[in-house]
């Protein structure tokens, strides 16, 4: 299938048809998602957390990304790749913010970047990078970047002036030039306003059923990473399970000496070739 393009996410949102979207990190999960047809390919920074074993996401460095990026390619070659733009590789300026989104483009071969933050603070980062060539992805609500100042992994726009403000950045963002926005971990009705008023494609992740598309990270939907599983995940296999219960067989089988099983798992040498072998090991005093 064709790898698809921002004509067509505009067209499904105007057919109605919901957009999905998964994060994937490496090549063996990415080729497993673009199989299932999925949308659209989030490379996250959820990365540090899912992948590299960090408690934020804050120490993930843009080679991180960039080679996490190149594999995701690789294993999904027709399918449309937004990878993440890295804590500190835009905030300092909008200069910045180009030279790290042509990194993404240009070496990790993502076809669009995303960046957290509101309009307020994001737009004229959005509109360098847009005049660069780059799409950009915006991403408001819950931005784990800014944990801190959002007093930790919380539902953002609980109250109705929060509400507001989330919307009105998601217009700024718009307006700056994003080509769509990710809304993560807000009440449903705040996700409604945000996509009745959008002229883009607006996804969303914790943001309830009225986005134009869903996303989820493919580590918690499977049910592999178990530290902490967000309220707003369904959980549609428990691969963590599966997986440790095969490690654990294959370390009970080594020891009680059932794995491997010569008949099955080694390769075969003919007759007269053992003989020969065998010979020659005495011969030469081996
Ligand atoms: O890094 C990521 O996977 C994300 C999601 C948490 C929305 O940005």
């Known amino acids: 299938m064709a790898k ?9 949102v105007a057919e109605k048809e919901p957009i999905t979207y998964l994060t994937a990190y490496d090549y063996l999960t990415a080729k497993m998602v673009e199989k299932a047809g999925i949308d659209m390919i989030l490379v996250g920074d959820s990365l540090g957390m899912v992948v590299l074993g960090y408690e934020t996401t804050i120490p993930v460095t843009l080679e991180d990304m960039i080679r996490h990026c190149q594999a995701v390619r690789r294993g999904a070659p027709n399918t449309f790749i937004v990878g993440d733009m890295t804590y500190m590789s835009y905030q300092v300026s909008d200069e910045q913010a180009v030279e790290s989104a042509g990194r993404m483009v240009k070496e990790g071969l993502c076809d669009a ?42 539902a953002q726009g609980r109250n109705s002036q929060a509400a507001v403000n989330i919307v009105k950045e998601a217009k700024r963002l718009e307006e700056a030039g994003a080509f769509s926005i990710l809304v ?21 992740i914790g943001a309830g059923s009225y986005t134009h598309g869903q996303l989820l990270i493919f580590a918690d939907m499977v049910g592999l990473y178990d530290n902490f599983t967000p309220k707003f995940v369904k959980q549609y296999a428990n691969v963590n399970e599966v997986i440790s219960k095969a490690f654990k067989q294959y370390h009970q089988d080594v020891k009680d000496k059932s794995f491997p099983i010569d008949s099955e798992h080694t390769y075969k040498m003919k007759d007269e070739e053992v003989q020969d072998f065998l010979g020659l090991l005495e011969k030469e005093d081996i």
């Open 113 to 154: 970047v995303k960046l957290e933050g509101g309009g307020t603070r994001m737009a004229s980062r959005i509109k360098a990078i847009n005049e660069s060539g780059i799409l950009v992805m915006g991403h408001i609500g819950l931005t784990p970047q800014s944990m801190g100042q959002q007093g930790g992994y919380k």
């Open 4 to 12: 698809k393009s921002i004509h067509d996410f505009h067209k499904m």
């Open 184 to 204: 993560e971990a807000v009440p449903s009705m705040v996700g409604k306003a945000i996509t009745e008023r959008a002229g883009i494609p607006i996804l969303g």
